[in-house]
């Protein structure tokens, strides 16, 4: 505020034509002074910098020479990690559709399964059974191998339950000769009695057959494959542990005593490993069908894809890289993107849609 002035100094000062009593403020203004009261003005625009058109051509050619070698590394780096959801075909892998023992291959008490055979973790660890180099000095270095599995039925029997039971009944249906007198008649008995026998037999073996079975019982069926397979009541047999890290090799450490294992190995990593790829290609299977568009199936995939690379990550650790990992990853046909990386799974025509973000 500006201050008053008494009289005889204002007329003192309006005599005296250099002196402005009004404050010198000017409001602010993006334009100049010089052409801030000119009317209609507009400011240039900038020309563009000439360019040679060759040289235009030729930015844009390198530039999409650029984002097609970009593509191309990224579709190789996706080969090499392989695909997070199928892995690779295996025989064990394969026969999850059927719950029935895969063919004949080479066991696992055949294969080199020693850090030495192996000359690199992840050519072994990314290779099927089949194609596992086989040492023919192994079998002096493993422990021997329990029988092969033997093919279940549904409902929870083995084929020496069957024939016991079928055995009991075709004895205990025979007709007795001391009821008929008549031969002739006591012939054709028999002979009926055969015939309904083979049939019943013949409606047995269908009902019992997993081919059969329901979704719910193969994956039953799968579950005890996968417990006898890779649950180390089996494989201490004829698989060496990991190797003793240098603490657990220090006389001045006490360590507690292992609680004795009770019946079979249901909860080892291996082995929820293995129930989980079976129940994981189940669902990639019917999401790849009829079921492409159900979002609580793709969610139950992405957890059960999570929770199998936990699970990796884990026994990648603890073993590192002894010979249960090798055999798990090779029965498995497990790949590196199944356990490296982010695992997203993302629409498509099939399942191979899933990628994998590093």
């Known amino acids: 505020m500006i201050p008053r002035l008494s009289g005889w100094l204002c007329h003192s000062l309006s005599q005296t034509p250099e002196v402005c009593l009004r404050p010198a403020f000017r409001p602010f203004s993006s334009t100049s002074s010089t052409l801030a009261g000119a009317k209609g003005h507009t400011p240039k625009k900038q020309r563009p910098r000439y360019r040679d058109p060759y040289a235009n051509k030729h930015a844009e050619a390198r530039r999409a020479a650029n984002i097609a070698r970009q593509i191309v590394l990224r ?10 959801i199928r892995g690779v075909p295996t025989p064990f892998l394969e026969s999850f559709d059927t719950a029935l023992p895969p063919p004949a291959t080479a066991s696992a008490a055949d ?11 992840n050519t072994i660890s990314s290779a099927p059974v089949s194609e596992v180099s086989v040492s023919p000095d192994s079998k002096s270095k493993s422990l021997s191998r329990p029988d092969p599995e033997a093919p279940l039925l549904n409902h929870f029997l083995t084929p020496p339950e069957l024939s016991a039971a079928l055995s009991t009944s075709h004895a205990l249906t025979r007709p007795l000769a001391s009821f008929i007198s008549d031969p002739s008649l006591l012939s054709r008995a028999i002979s009926a009695h055969a015939a309904a026998h083979t049939n019943a037999s013949e409606a047995l073996s269908r009902i019992l057959s997993l081919s059969n079975a329901s979704s719910r019982a193969r994956t ?11 649950g180390r009541h089996a494989t201490d047999t004829f698989l060496r542990p990991r190797p003793l890290t240098s603490y657990e090799l220090d006389p001045n450490v006490v360590t507690d005593k292992k609680t004795p294992r009770a019946g079979k190995d249901t909860g080892s ?28 199936n793709k969610r139950n995939l992405r957890l059960l894809l999570h929770r199998r690379q936990k699970l990796l990550k884990y026994m990648l650790r603890k073993e590192r890289g002894g010979e249960r990992w090798r055999h798990l990853v090779g029965m498995l046909g497990l790949t590196e993107a199944t356990w490296e990386g982010q695992i997203a799974v993302e629409d498509g025509a099939r399942v191979g849609g899933g990628v994998v973000r590093v």
């Open 111 to 121: 294969l080199d399964l020693s850090a030495e055979g192996a000359a690199d973790r």
């Open 220 to 230: 039953q069926a799968n579950t005890q494959r996968c417990i006898e397979t890779f």
């Open 75 to 84: 579709k190789e780096r996706a080969a090499a990690l392989g695909d997070p």
């Open 269 to 296: 990593s291996e082995v929820q490993i293995a129930i989980l790829t079976a129940k994981i290609r189940i669902l990639a299977d019917r999401w790849e069908g009829a079921e492409k568009n159900d979002k609580v």
